[in-house]
């Protein structure tokens, strides 16, 4: 009841404080001048390189000098960062390479070559045990679809629709095929489910008020799965006991489970009971046991989790606010089929060597990084003209020297000329929309690109050329002849992206976004856009331009900027000096807030403008995360307000001082009023019996007289909008 009356009050203080919002989305009209005081600007540097200053790293930054320390930020090898490996270490997946992922976390291609005979059960015990549960679950998705076939026909056009989807599509596209089993087919935005595994922290399947809710028509997996937890759910006594052995007879049970008993226990971790099954397994045994239900989940999971715990933890922040930059502007969706294969290479392997490196590098990188042509479809993309299009066997003769003829092969057609890479690489990587290209230019630009493709991308593959694929003949492109060449043509045509002023101009912009403000100065984007050219596409320099610039340290960008819900939860995290012993709940929250990480569909990846996540909804849902964490109530994530506030005896000096460490930079006055307000409307703060009620009550208390609340104070602290902002 106490939690419930602290979320109404914070619900007013959020809708009280609206209004207040505006100026985020507005210029300021204030003339601008340098920030005064050497902490204000160390908190400057703090709020904008970092995901938000911890206790101590204002007095530590201002004591080293800001510009020393900015330039220690721009070199990420001078610093030592080992500490964070610890925190990763019980992510396996985070160190695999894409085909040991594609070996442990099996996709529907291998389930399905394995129920044809193509390929044999692996041997060891917990893999097997994922293999098995989800043939079995392919088998209920078989015969789900057989019963649409079998259905009258004006029942199967209507149900049976959605299973024969993978069925239904054009030759070669492996899009909604790589949907896990009982996932959600690719093409449709990502869900918590995905990043969730088994915990109900993110669950897609809750109403508003969180009751989870009853889909109004089952699927034939869904029907078969409930028909098992009714009839046999436990039914072995051996079975219902396992919760009460100890973690290494717990997982050996499971491994030694017949396959009926196996789904039947998969079935019973759905819902959230998985992750409090996995308690005190090793990350083996736990990922095994989450993986029962959704294999590739896990992985994209655990990709998640050690994103945010790098945003937390590591002491290279700027490296982290590159790499999380990077990855949104070369935005790979996770859930798009073997993606979820691809997408821990692509952010280890492709994104994060690169972050503060050369342009070119970084864009050569992702073009032949599997996960962003498997993304774009570029894998498929073949040359209307090329060798495969037109049926030309690679080896023109056969035996005895007899010519081959050209001949399609049988019931297949080429998957043709895709220009969603050629458009793309234009539009939102290099030129961008207005950068004086044409339609004919990312035609031309798709041809330089037929051939670039995967190999075995099932299996995790990598990158390979396919001359066959590839369109012969010269391209044009923004008025650049390139001649036949065949890769080559592909890394010209990169080099001639990556040097353009249009780009160069492009970049500095959205660099100047995320660091300045959502309208930067147009001369502090052009100085930055010289540095790019002069220093060949250097990151690092680029940076350094824009950190020391007088814009920069404008008075006008001084908290500035909105933070997304990702620069949110890191900084409450930092902020609280917090212990997360667990971030799959934080996860979940960023699911909720409307950001699951490696979650955007569109290839514009999320928005950095405050426009696009301001609005009562999303302030309210803020506020109740930082109360939640606060009260203890984010399972796996550690906080002591009370020591935070040093104890004091009041509620008065209890807001004191959390306003001096979770808001270093200080709050107005209305959210200081905002917050007395509330702390008047807690039960006892009155000398009225009953449940408070909105506004001042008849007989307050002092506020210096009532008992202090530091977990609700911190709370409405870090929900204020003076902490969203940065």
Same mark, same amino acid.
């Given at each position: 009841? =106490?939690? %419930?009356?602290?979320?109404?009050?914070?619900?007013?203080?959020?809708?009280?404080?609206?209004?207040?919002?505006?100026?985020?989305?507005?210029?300021?009209?204030?003339?601008?001048?340098?920030?005064?005081?050497?902490?204000?600007?160390? *908190?400057?540097?703090?709020? %904008?390189?970092?995901?938000?200053?911890?206790?101590?790293?204002?007095?530590?930054?201002?004591?080293?000098?800001?510009?020393?320390?900015?330039?220690?930020?721009?070199?990420?090898?001078?610093?030592?960062?080992?500490?964070?490996?610890? %925190?990763?270490?019980?992510?396996?997946?985070?160190?695999?390479?894409?085909?040991?992922?594609?070996?442990?976390?099996?996709?529907?291609?291998?389930?399905?070559?394995? @129920?044809?005979?193509?390929?044999?059960?692996?041997?060891?015990?917990?893999?097997?045990?994922?293999?098995?549960?989800?043939?079995?679950?392919?088998?209920?998705?078989?015969?789900?679809?057989?019963?649409?076939?079998?259905?009258?026909?004006?029942?199967?056009?209507?149900?049976?629709?959605?299973? @024969?989807?993978?069925?239904?599509?054009?030759?070669?596209?492996?899009?909604?095929?790589?949907?896990?089993?009982?996932?959600?087919?690719?093409?449709?935005?990502?869900?918590?489910?995905?990043?969730?595994?088994?915990?109900?922290?993110?669950?897609?399947?809750?109403?508003?008020?969180?009751?989870?809710?009853?889909?109004?028509?089952?699927?034939?997996?869904?029907?078969?799965?409930?028909?098992?937890?009714?009839?046999?759910?436990?039914?072995?006594?051996?079975? =219902?006991?396992?919760?009460?052995?100890?973690?290494?007879?717990?997982?050996?049970?499971?491994?030694?489970?017949?396959?009926?008993?196996?789904?039947?226990?998969?079935?019973?971790?759905?819902?959230?009971?998985?992750?409090?099954?996995?308690?005190?397994?090793?990350?083996?045994?736990?990922?095994?046991?989450?993986?029962?239900?959704?294999?590739?989940?896990?992985?994209?999971?655990?990709?998640?989790?050690?994103?945010?715990?790098?945003?937390?933890?590591?002491?290279?922040?700027?490296?982290?606010? @590159?790499?999380?930059?990077?990855?949104?502007?070369?935005?790979?969706?996770?859930?798009?089929?073997?993606?979820?294969?691809?997408?821990?290479?692509?952010?280890?392997?492709?994104?994060?060597?690169?972050?503060?490196?050369?342009?070119?590098?970084?864009?050569?990188?992702? =073009?032949?990084?599997?996960?962003?042509?498997?993304?774009?479809?570029?894998?498929?993309?073949?040359?209307?003209?090329?060798?495969?299009?037109?049926?030309?066997?690679?080896?023109?003769?056969?035996?005895?020297?007899?010519?081959?003829?050209?001949?399609?092969?049988?019931?297949?057609?080429?998957?043709?000329?895709?220009?969603?890479?050629?458009?793309?690489?234009?539009? *939102?990587?290099?030129?961008?929309?207005?950068?004086?290209?044409?339609?004919?230019?990312?035609?031309?630009?798709?041809?330089?690109?037929?051939?670039?493709?995967?190999?075995?991308?099932?299996?995790?593959?990598?990158?390979?050329?396919?001359?066959?694929?590839?369109?012969?003949?010269?391209?044009?492109?923004?008025?650049?002849?390139?001649?036949?060449?065949?890769?080559?043509?592909?890394?010209?045509?990169?080099?001639?992206?990556?040097?353009?002023?249009?780009?160069?101009?492009?970049?500095?912009?959205?660099? =100047?976004?995320?660091?300045?403000?959502?309208?930067?100065?147009?001369?502090?984007?052009?100085?930055?856009?010289?540095?790019?050219?002069?220093?060949?596409?250097?990151?690092?320099?680029?940076?350094?331009?824009?950190?020391?610039?007088?814009?920069?340290?404008?008075?006008?960008?001084? %908290?500035?900027?909105?933070?997304?819900?990702?620069?949110?939860?890191?900084?409450?995290?930092?902020?609280?000096?917090?212990?997360?012993?667990?971030?799959?709940? *934080?996860?979940?929250?960023?699911?909720?807030?409307? @950001?699951?990480?490696?979650?955007?569909?569109?290839?514009?990846?999320?928005?950095?403008?405050?426009?696009?996540?301001?609005?009562?909804?999303?302030?309210?849902?803020?506020?109740?995360?930082?109360?939640?964490?606060?009260?203890?109530?984010?399972?796996?994530?550690?906080?002591?307000?009370?020591? *935070?506030?040093?104890?004091?005896?009041?509620?008065?000096?209890?807001?004191?001082?959390?306003?001096?460490?979770?808001?270093?930079?200080?709050?107005?006055?209305?959210?200081?009023?905002?917050?007395?307000?509330?702390?008047?409307?807690?039960?006892?703060?009155?000398?009225?019996?009953?449940?408070?009620?909105?506004?001042?009550?008849?007989?307050?208390?002092?506020?210096?007289?009532?008992?202090?609340?530091?977990?609700?104070?911190?709370?409405?602290?870090?929900?204020?909008?003076?902490?969203?902002?940065?």
């Amino acid at each position: 009841m =106490a939690l %419930r009356r602290i979320k109404f009050a914070a619900s007013l203080l959020v809708f009280s404080l609206a209004c207040g919002v505006a100026p985020l989305v507005a210029k300021k009209k204030e003339a601008p001048a340098p920030l005064p005081g050497d902490e204000k600007r160390a *908190l400057h540097a703090l709020n %904008r390189l970092t995901f938000g200053p911890r206790p101590g790293d204002l007095q530590e930054v201002t004591a080293m000098g800001v510009d020393r320390w900015i330039d220690l930020q721009l070199h990420p090898e001078k610093i030592d960062d080992k500490a964070i490996n610890a %925190r990763l270490e019980p992510l396996r997946t985070v160190r695999m390479s894409s085909k040991e992922i594609a070996e442990e976390f099996p996709n529907p291609q291998e389930i399905n070559q394995i @129920m044809n005979g193509k390929m044999k059960m692996p041997s060891d015990a917990a893999r097997r045990a994922i293999y098995e549960v989800q043939l079995a679950r392919f088998e209920d998705r078989k015969k789900g679809r057989d019963e649409g076939r079998n259905a009258p026909a004006a029942a199967s056009e209507k149900s049976a629709e959605p299973a @024969m989807m993978a069925d239904n599509q054009a030759p070669g596209s492996m899009n909604d095929a790589m949907a896990a089993p009982g996932d959600k087919a690719s093409g449709e935005k990502m869900t918590g489910e995905t990043f969730a595994a088994a915990d109900d922290t993110a669950s897609p399947k809750e109403d508003a008020a969180g009751t989870p809710a009853k889909p109004e028509k089952l699927s034939s997996e869904e029907r078969a799965a409930e028909h098992r937890r009714e009839d046999a759910m436990y039914a072995d006594l051996e079975l =219902a006991q396992l919760p009460s052995l100890s973690p290494d007879q717990r997982f050996a049970k499971v491994m030694s489970l017949p396959q009926d008993q196996l789904l039947t226990f998969a079935d019973s971790l759905r819902g959230g009971a998985g992750q409090k099954f996995v308690e005190g397994l090793n990350p083996r045994q736990k990922e095994t046991i989450l993986a029962l239900n959704n294999p590739l989940g896990v992985v994209t999971n655990e990709l998640a989790q050690a994103k945010l715990l790098r945003a937390i933890y590591s002491q290279r922040q700027l490296e982290e606010v @590159m790499t999380d930059f990077w990855c949104n502007h070369f935005n790979v969706f996770a859930d798009k089929g073997l993606d979820r294969l691809m997408i821990t290479s692509y952010e280890r392997d492709v994104i994060r060597p690169h972050a503060l490196g050369k342009f070119e590098d970084l864009l050569v990188a992702t =073009a032949k990084s599997p996960a962003m042509l498997f993304y774009l479809d570029n894998w498929q993309s073949t040359g209307p003209n090329s060798m495969q299009a037109l049926g030309i066997p690679a080896r023109p003769y056969g035996p005895y020297g007899r010519p081959r003829f050209p001949r399609p092969h049988p019931g297949k057609r080429p998957s043709g000329l895709n220009e969603n890479y050629g458009r793309e690489l234009l539009e *939102l990587h290099t030129l961008s929309v207005n950068g004086g290209y044409s339609q004919k230019d990312v035609t031309e630009a798709a041809k330089v690109f037929t051939g670039w493709t995967i190999d075995q991308p099932a299996r995790g593959g990598s990158f390979k050329f396919e001359p066959r694929m590839h369109e012969p003949g010269t391209k044009t492109v923004l008025g650049h002849r390139i001649k036949p060449k065949g890769e080559s043509e592909g890394l010209e045509l990169l080099h001639l992206l990556a040097t353009s002023p249009q780009t160069a101009h492009f970049i500095s912009l959205k660099l =100047a976004e995320r660091f300045v403000s959502d309208d930067p100065p147009p001369a502090l984007v052009d100085q930055m856009a010289k540095t790019f050219l002069k220093k060949k596409g250097d990151i690092r320099e680029v940076l350094s331009t824009l950190f020391h610039s007088p814009e920069f340290w404008q008075e006008g960008t001084y %908290r500035a900027k909105v933070k997304t819900p990702l620069e949110f939860v890191a900084s409450t995290v930092r902020a609280t000096g917090a212990e997360v012993d667990d971030a799959q709940p *934080l996860v979940g929250q960023l699911n909720r807030m409307g @950001m699951p990480l490696f979650g955007a569909q569109p290839p514009t990846g999320y928005s950095m403008r405050a426009d696009a996540w301001v609005s009562s909804a999303a302030l309210l849902n803020r506020m109740n995360f930082a109360l939640a964490l606060t009260s203890g109530k984010i399972r796996g994530t550690r906080v002591d307000a009370a020591q *935070l506030a040093c104890g004091p005896a009041d509620s008065s000096a209890t807001l004191a001082t959390l306003e001096s460490k979770l808001v270093a930079g200080g709050i107005s006055q209305q959210t200081h009023d905002s917050i007395v307000a509330q702390i008047h409307q807690a039960p006892g703060a009155s000398s009225n019996s009953g449940m408070p009620v909105p506004g001042k009550p008849e007989d307050p208390k002092p506020i210096e007289a009532l008992p202090p609340d530091a977990n609700t104070i911190a709370g409405l602290l870090l929900g204020s909008p003076e902490f969203q902002r940065r």
